[in-house]
């Protein structure tokens, strides 16, 4: 079977990891004396470089994140209670000082 197709097998069977067929994927690039792919390999099993910009799937994205928090603090004067249900950002619609951990 040719390194290929090994390749191409693994990609599809669910017991492989990614970076075994990333290690493969390699190999094939050194064989073909193929700079792009061997490049493109290194920087998905190392990590794209501050020089090198990553691919448009590797960048981040705006996400929205759900979430419901819950703040009980005891003062000298009293208790303060904080509650939030389903906020786009809890972390914003918590108190300054009950954020910390958050980000």
């Known amino acids: 079977m040719s390194l290929l197709q090994q390749i191409q097998d693994a990609t599809i069977a669910t017991d492989q ?11 094939l ?3 073909l ?6 490049q493109w390999t290194y920087e998905e099993l190392n990590g794209y ?3 090198a910009a ?4 590797r960048r981040p994205r705006p996400v929205d994140v759900l979430g419901d ?3 009980y603090e005891r ?4 208790r303060n209670v904080y509650e939030g249900r389903s ?8 108190p300054d000082h009950a954020r910390y951990g958050w980000r």
């Open 29 to 31: 690039a050194v064989r």
């Open 49 to 51: 470089t501050d020089e």
């Open 69 to 71: 928090f819950f703040v």
């Open 75 to 78: 003062t000298r004067v009293g």
């Open 87 to 94: 906020h786009r950002d809890p972390a914003k619609e918590c």
């Open 54 to 57: 990553p691919p448009p799937y």
């Open 33 to 38: 004396d193929n700079q792009l792919l061997r």
């Open 17 to 27: 990891p990614l970076a075994a067929v990333l290690r493969q994927t390699m190999v």
